[in-house]
């Protein structure tokens, strides 16, 4: 998430604003916010600047670094705190806005990019309030959190909106899958999603004990399985996500396995490199192995699938550490506002098409080159 602090002047608790840019005379309505560069002057209700200091009338954050300001557009949407934290929810010129819709989740990762918090808060209003205010239809959406689906009418709620405000958009929902074990929620699920809906489940290992030990959660293995196959029952599209970590790197061919012969109608199975963050910086000597060491049985997992006429992919692993067999199966996956390149990546040919690092991660794989 794109943020900044600087001081606030007459807020309290937390703000939705849409932005704007240029003189604020027209910028009156209390849900959004004039950007105000510097040496200019606005009229404007709210204000962001970097200024030191807003007008009498004015209420907003000062003394925010022109860097961050400059990255703001107009129809961005930002949430404001009284502390001077400006967080962006919603870049208008992206195709990665996600809406994040609770800290909670009913499964507790070993190797989650997410910090445990031990404050739970849900941001379902948020979410609402974002959409209310987001003009143009986008192409592209996902869902995460926490367990999105956690707190189920809500989510359904935000779902419904995100329907009826953009029927034609395609919609990834992230979720562990275990809550769709109930039929009669998946089915709500689906009946209040838009048309174009991927469901992203993880699944760690084809060993139910394997998967249950490395997610924490006893029973989780038979519930995500459950979820997965109503949602085939209802003819959605799933994606399969196994995050490769030191606990079931061996494994790979025996997931890929297991996918074929039990889940061969799934859209998508994507294996993915670590982010180092949260849960997975805390428990580094448990889940990290250098990318080069699970190589082989990547590529044995990998062609085993797409020798079968599954659809597979690589997320999140630089192409230099791939080998040749399985550099056509990258993506560019990183999300653009934690994607970064080692200066060793200055002058490589495939930067274009590579996923590069993760930016929050504090582990870098080893072997990076300039191709």
């Known amino acids: 998430m794109i943020t900044d602090k600087g001081k606030a002047e007459g807020l309290q608790g937390l703000n939705i604003f849409k932005i704007t840019r240029g003189n604020g005379y027209l910028n009156f309505f209390g849900n959004s916010i004039n950007v105000v560069d510097s040496g200019n002057f606005s009229l404007a209700k709210n204000i962001l600047t970097s200024q030191k200091s807003c007008k009498l009338f004015q209420k907003g954050v000062t003394d925010l670094s022109e860097k961050f300001l400059n990255s703001l ?42 910090t445990q918090l031990p404050n739970i808060a849900h941001y379902y209003q948020q979410a609402i309030c974002i959409l209310e205010l987001v003009k143009d239809t986008p192409k592209y959406l996902c869902i995460s959190g926490g367990e999105p689906t956690f707190l189920k009418n809500e989510y359904l709620t935000v779902l419904s909106m995100i329907k009826n405000k953009f029927p034609n958009i395609a919609l990834q929902i992230l979720t562990n899958g275990k809550n769709f074990a109930d039929f ?3 089915k709500n699920s689906v009946l209040t999603s838009p048309v174009d809906t991927l469901y992203a489940i993880p699944i760690y290992s084809g060993n139910p004990e394997l998967h249950d030990e490395i997610v924490c959660s006893k029973g989780s293995f038979n519930k995500a399985i459950y979820g997965i196959l109503n949602l085939y029952r209802l003819q959605q599209n799933i994606e399969i996500r196994i995050v490769i970590t030191k606990k079931n790197y061996r494994d790979l061919s025996n997931i890929a396995h297991f996918i074929y012969w039990n889940m061969p109608f799934v859209f998508r199975i994507a294996f993915m ?99």
């Open 184 to 186: 009669a929620f998946a």
């Open 273 to 371: 490199g670590m982010e180092t963050h949260g849960a997975a910086s805390d428990n580094l000597k448990e889940v990290w192995i250098e990318p080069v060491e699970y190589m082989k049985y990547l590529q044995e997992a990998v062609l085993f699938l797409n020798d079968r006429m599954l659809n597979v992919s690589i997320y999140n692993l630089p192409h230099c550490l791939l080998s040749n067999e399985l550099k056509n199966f990258a993506q560019a996956s990183i999300s653009e506002w934690k994607k970064s390149f080692l200066y060793v990546c200055k002058n490589c040919s495939k930067a274009s098409i590579c996923s590069g690092v993760f930016s929050t991660s504090i582990n870098i794989p080893k072997g990076i080159h300039s191709i």
């Open 73 to 114: 557009s107009e129809g961005d949407i930002v949430s404001v705190l009284e502390n001077g934290v400006v967080n962006v929810l919603w870049q208008c010129n992206s195709d990665e806005n996600l809406l994040f819709l609770t800290d909670y989740c009913n499964s507790h990762c070993i190797m989650c990019p997410q």
